[in-house]
């Protein structure tokens, strides 16, 4: 599966941007979606997926501020993130899991300035 991410940029704490990562194969084909996030020095950590059945889960540091969705005929995913924070600052890493494989999309910088 290839995935194709953008969206990335720059804002100030409080601004909200939207991230977007567009599938090479059905939506049908694919078991979870969703956002991983790796900071300088920091591992990478699991920002939000959303499943099969439309089920998403988040990091507790981005419930009620990120938000993920997906659009099944444009194969797409996104995720919406509101009230951005410095700590945000990071890669973002687009995920896919399709056919017992993993599939990871090219980063996208978010930096949020405070």
């Known amino acids: 599966v290839q995935l194709q991410a953008s969206g990335g940029g720059l804002v100030q704490a409080g601004g909200s941007l939207r991230l977007s990562c567009a599938a090479s194969?059905?939506?049908?084909?694919?078991?979870?979606m969703g956002w991983y996030r790796q900071a300088p020095g920091k591992e990478r950590e699991l920002v939000a997926l959303?499943?099969?059945?439309?089920?998403?889960t988040y990091a507790d540091s981005v419930k009620g501020r990120f938000t993920i969705s997906r659009d099944i005929a444009e194969q797409t995913q996104h995720l919406q993130m509101n009230n951005l924070r410095p700590e945000d600052t990071a890669v973002y890493y687009c995920?896919?899991?399709?056919?017992?494989?993993?599939?990871w999309g090219q980063g996208t910088q978010v930096t949020v300035s405070s």
């Open positions: 995920y896919c899991s399709a056919n017992l494989k993993s599939s």
């Open positions: 194969v059905s939506f049908f084909s694919i078991n979870a």
């Open positions: 959303i499943g099969s059945a439309g089920r998403a």
